[in-house]
């Protein structure tokens, strides 16, 4: 079972900031929190991945509460092409090897 | 660089028929990863290989399902027999090592419709 929520979607406009938010209230220490992506018809895209710290990388940033129990993924300039369904993926431990996905937020980027 | 290849892109087949699904890694990869995904259940993990060897295969859904590995670069899933509930969308993974640490890169899938 997923052990994340997310919104089921949100709209951004183009060239805007998009920022993704998830809920993992109940994430342990070990675990990690991953982002992925899938645009229709496709493979699910990694994006990025964080543990304790806030993380970047040239698609996303990842900011991680220092709870833990949320986070949000930034697309910082988001253009028509970042339309896609988002999924938040807690991921655990040195044999956490199960990505799990949930329904994950359908983020539309609108011109 | 390669990333995952999966062939065939489409298979139509009909009930009762034996489906081949293939999958090359990502070349140093050494986990490798068969994922499913309906509308119904999403995307749920099938199995997954370390060095070539099955670790969990929990998630084949019954025995008309198996997945070899005979060596670093090649995988099947096959499915014998099929059956119209079997239609979905195959994705093959890769990751460099096993552990939460390691992200899995995926191929653009098979789309199977069994009639």
């Known amino acids: 079972d997923a052990k994340t929520t997310q919104p089921p979607s949100m709209d951004c406009a183009e060239g805007r900031a998009a920022n993704l938010p998830c809920n993992h209230s109940t994430i342990s220490g070990n675990e990690y929190v991953y982002w992925y992506r899938q645009i229709h018809s496709q493979g699910p895209q990694y994006i990025i991945h964080?543990?304790?710290n806030n993380e970047t990388n040239e698609m996303a940033s990842l900011i991680i509460t220092e709870d833990r129990k949320s986070s949000t993924l930034i697309l910082p300039h988001a253009t028509l092409r970042d339309t896609a369904v988002y999924y938040c993926?807690?991921?655990?431990?040195?044999?956490?090897?199960?990505?799990?996905f949930g329904a994950g937020t359908i983020l539309r980027v609108k011109s | 660089d390669a990333g995952v290849i999966q062939s065939p892109r489409h298979e139509v087949t009909e009930m009762g028929q034996e489906v081949t699904l293939r999958c090359k890694p990502i070349?140093?990869?050494?986990?490798l990863f068969w994922y499913r995904q309906t509308m119904m259940r999403g995307l749920e993990l099938l199995i997954y290989f370390n060095n070539n060897v099955p670790i969990d295969d929990s998630g084949m859904p019954e025995d008309r399902f198996s997945a070899k590995m005979p060596n670093a670069s090649f995988s099947t899933l096959k499915i014998q027999p099929s059956e119209p509930r079997d239609s979905a969308v195959y994705f093959c993974?890769?990751?460099?090592?096993?552990?939460?640490?390691?992200?899995?890169?995926f191929g653009p899938g098979t789309r199977l419709t069994v009639l």
């Open positions: 964080g543990l304790k």
């Open positions: 993974a890769s990751s460099l090592a096993q552990g939460a640490g390691n992200e899995q890169f």
């Open positions: 993926i807690v991921r655990g431990g040195e044999y956490g090897n199960k990505l799990v």
């Open positions: 070349s140093g990869h050494n986990s």
